[in-house]
């Protein structure tokens, strides 16, 4: 089974900055889809963040554009979440996803949460104004 090690989570001013770091676990397959979620009280689970191991065109929620980046090392199977200028509305549970894919280096992986096989526990990030 495929363990997903989640870091980086915490308490920010509004305006401040995070980053998130998910370990994917040896036994995971080296292509894959990775990314973050979130879940804030009340509201569905939603995609953020997503990459292709092997990819260059990540997935971006709309409202993250331009402050969240994701990036990641292959070698460590390893993503991370540089999270910038962070608003109130970004406090929410983050959790890691993946699921193994073969795919070419433009493929978008998908924001459908039904697809990702993998998860990790969450880690809480809280931002206040």
């Known amino acids: 089974q495929v363990q997903l090690e989640e870091s980086g989570g915490g308490s920010v001013q509004a305006g401040g900055s995070l980053t998130l770091s998910c370990a994917a676990s040896?036994?995971?397959?080296?292509?894959?889809?990775m990314g973050w979620f979130r879940q804030a009280p009340g509201r569905e689970r939603e995609a953020i963040a997503l990459?292709?191991?092997?990819?260059?065109?990540?997935y971006y929620l709309e409202s993250v554009k331009g402050r969240f980046t994701i990036s990641r090392d292959i070698a460590k199977k390893t993503v991370y979440l540089q999270m910038n200028n962070l608003k109130d509305e970004d406090t929410a549970i983050y959790y890691c996803?993946?699921?193994?894919?073969?795919?070419?280096?433009?493929?978008?992986?998908?924001?459908?949460?039904?697809?990702?096989?993998?998860w990790g526990q969450g880690t809480q990030v809280t931002v206040s104004s």
């Open positions: 996803a993946r699921f193994g894919i073969i795919a070419y280096s433009d493929y978008v992986c998908p924001p459908d949460i039904s697809k990702y096989k993998f």
């Open positions: 040896r036994d995971a397959a080296s292509r894959a889809c």
């Open positions: 990459i292709y191991t092997n990819g260059d065109s990540p």
